[in-house]
């Protein structure tokens, strides 16, 4: 009888991939998915510890194995990711219906659960499965962890110190994607500019760009997310000279407040925060730039607030992913600092960072109106085929289109969070 397991996943694009990752594997030992978890004879259950709300649905999802465990003692359960510590002594306790308690690319006990005992479970085995693509735009995991501390962030004591893998490794693997169908990858990393400081040599961002761009099959590369501090003109360099690389950056700036980006020891100043987008635009004057925002820090002062909304207005970013601080247990910041900006308070400053925001991105989007954008189209919605551009903008198209293709598209609206336009050229059509 196959057995079969029931994969549930939270959290960010590295969760995903890990994920994907491991159903490779599963499948690779002959297990089969199962579409609920009532029907699984494994349930894996890859959390996030970001905020409060991911780890509470986590919560309710274990409720329910335990229902299950109990009309079947025989399921075997495994609780992955952030959620999971270096010490596992409380998780156990709190929830004996897990059998394996594993971190993030934590692959070999969850494979000991499901295969028993085996001279093979680790090794070569993790590094040459890959998952099977499921569009033309993948995911690829290039460093993990995070050396950085922030005092509000949780990821450097779940994920662990940055590791980086190894160039070949990750060629390897977007080859393999590639000639699996895959058109674009983007390069994954709690911080991915700090690729490469840990490996013989120091090879870093660029050199690996470099290496996949070699790939023939492969279109487009993207990376993500940024550190300023590690975003070197090296890799800026790289990313301008290189065709196949994407126009597009994610880089987080989470206050624009001198004050505040110490107290949350990001490791820039406002100024040089600055004078790192000043330099990536000299290099790519239009290149997307996104960002992260972080409103009612404690001790974020008015003065505070204003600077960082004086930063967006010159920044100008693409986007500005805004959330309100919440205490995260287990961070610095929880252990350390009162959250003592109102509710009411942070409310209003994340609807006026949307407002900003908003603005903002529709006067930028406007400008793509009547241009011809080059568009990788990763799929459908309903009836509706979708894709971004270099710039990594969302793009609608009203006309059919192949997925995976890549059209030359004639943008006739724009919006605050996306474009519409249709196909110019008549290869991409479906």
Known sequence: MTTRYYLWTAGCQMNKADSEKLAAGFDRLGLRAADRMDRADVVVLNTCSVRQHAEDRAYSKLGRIRQLKQERPGLKVVLMGCMVGLKTDDLRKRFPQVDVFARPQEFEPILELVQGPHEDLGGEFWP??????????????????????????????????????????IVREAAYLSDHGVREVTLLGQTVEAYGHDLPGQPDLGDLMRELSALDRLQRIRFLTSYPRDMTHRILAAVAELPKVMECFSLPVQSGSDAVLESMRRGYTRAEYL????????????????????????????????????????VRFHKVHVAAYSPRPGTIAWRKLPDDVPPDVKAARLHRVEAIEARISQEI??????????????????????????????????????????????????????????????????
């Not at 960002?291 to 960082?308: H, L, N």
């Not at 059919?400 to 991409?428: F, N, S, Y």
Request: net charge negative.
């Open 365 to 430: 989007h406007d400008r793509y109106v009547g241009t011809v954008q080059e568009v990788l189209v990763e799929g459908v919605r309903g009836e509706q085929p979708f894709g971004r551009t270099r710039t990594g903008v969302l793009v609608h198209l009203d006309t059919p289109a192949r997925t995976g293709a890549m059209a030359d598209v004639r943008i006739e609206h724009a919006g605050p969070w996306a474009l519409r336009g249709a196909v110019a050229d008549a290869i991409a059509l479906a």
């Open 275 to 314: 004078a790192k987008i000043a330099e990536l635009r000299a290099l790519m004057p239009g290149a997307g730039i996104t960002t992260d925002v972080i409103v009612g820090y404690p001790g974020e002062t008015v003065s505070d607030f204003e600077a960082t909304c004086d930063l967006l207005e010159e």
């Open 128 to 169: 040459t499965t890959y998952a099977i693509p499921e569009g033309p735009a993948a995911f690829v995991p290039v460093v993990h962890g995070c050396n950085k501390f922030c005092t509000y962030c949780i990821v450097p004591y779940r994920r662990g110190r940055e590791k980086s893998r190894p160039l070949d490794e």
